[in-house]
C-alpha cells in the first residue's frame, strides 16, 4: 500500500474561519510533509516532521500551524488566511528523514483550499 | 541556494514525435527523481535516479542522470497523447534536519494528435 490520503478534496472558507487539513499514511513511514503549490507552478515545501517532531519550517506564516498527533497522522491547523493562500496543499510522506533511504516521497491527492 | 531548472517550461508536440526535457540543478547531488502531474491531481513518482549514469526506462519514458554535469534527462519516444501533462524533477538534499526535495520549475507537456 502506497497511499497517502488526504481531507477534505475541497474546502472553501472564510477569513476570519479556522479548519483543519487531514494526511495520513499506512506505510510505516517517519517523514511527512506538507506542501502548497499555486497553479502552473511547483510545489512549495512548508514544514517537515521527522519522527513526530518538526524540523523543517520554510517560514510560513504563523497562520498555518502543523501538527503531527502520531506517525501516520499529519495536520495543518488554518486560522485567519488570506485570499493569496488559495492553493492545492499536498501531504507527502517518505521512509526515512535521515536522507539515507533511497527512496520517494509519495504524494496524497491534495486538498484544493479556497480563501475568499 | 539551491536551484533546479527545467527546460523548456511549455512544449507542444506531436504524437508519434520524439523530444527530451531537461533537469539542471546548481549543487551536488546523487538523487534526482521525476514526477508526473495532471491538471487538478496529485504527483506521481516516475523514476528514482541514485547514481551518476543511471537509466530507467518505462514505456515510452526514460530518464537518465548525469551528476557530474549536474543534469537530469526525460526522452519521451513516439509520444502519445496521454502523456500530456506538467513533469516535475526533485533533487534531494540531505541536512542536518532532514532530507529535503527542491522541485524543478516544471515542464508542461502538450501531445497533439
Known amino acids: 500500500d502506497t497511499e497517502v490520503t488526504q481531507t477534505p478534496k475541497h474546502l472553501v472558507m472564510g477569513m476570519t474561519n479556522k479548519k483543519s487539513l487531514k494526511c495520513e499514511q499506512h506505510?510505516?513511514?517517519?517523514?511527512m510533509y506538507w506542501y502548497k503549490q499555486k497553479a502552473k507552478k511547483p510545489p512549495e515545501l512548508m514544514f517537515v516532521?521527522?519522527?513526530?517532531?518538526?524540523?523543517i519550517n520554510e517560514s510560513v506564516p504563523s497562520r498555518f500551524s502543523p501538527e503531527c498527533p502520531n506517525s501516520s497522522l499529519l495536520n495543518l491547523h488554518l486560522h485567519a488566511l488570506q485570499p493569496e493562500d488559495s492553493a492545492l496543499y499536498l501531504c507527502?510522506?517518505?521512509?526515512?528523514?535521515?536522507?539515507?533511504?533511497?527512496?520517494?516521497?509519495?504524494f496524497g491527492p491534495g486538498t484544493r483550499l479556497t480563501v475568499l | 541556494e539551491l536551484k533546479v531548472e527545467q527546460n523548456p517550461l511549455f512544449l507542444s508536440m506531436q504524437e508519434g514525435k520524439n523530444y527530451t526535457i531537461y533537469c539542471n540543478y546548481s549543487?551536488?547531488?546523487?538523487?534526482l527523481y521525476w514526477y508526473r502531474q495532471d491538471p487538478g491531481k496529485s504527483l506521481e513518482s516516475l523514476f528514482v535516479?541514485?547514481?551518476?549514469?543511471a537509466v530507467k526506462q518505462e514505456g515510452r519514458l526514460m530518464a537518465s542522470l548525469d551528476t557530474k554535469a549536474r543534469l537530469s534527462t526525460l526522452h519521451i519516444t513516439a509520444a502519445v497523447h496521454d502523456l500530456s501533462a506538467t513533469y516535475f524533477c526533485?533533487?534531494?538534499?540531505?541536512?542536518?534536519?532532514?532530507?529535503?526535495?527542491?522541485f524543478g520549475t516544471g515542464t508542461s507537456l502538450t501531445v497533439i494528435p
Open positions: 507527502a510522506s517518505s521512509q526515512d528523514p535521515t536522507g539515507t533511504s533511497t527512496d520517494t516521497q509519495y
Open positions: 549543487t551536488t547531488s546523487d538523487r
Open positions: 535516479l541514485l547514481s551518476n549514469g
Open positions: 516532521y521527522s519522527y513526530e517532531k518538526l524540523s
Open positions: 526533485a533533487v534531494d538534499m540531505v541536512w542536518a534536519a532532514g532530507n529535503q526535495f527542491y
Open positions: 506505510m510505516g513511514h517517519r517523514a
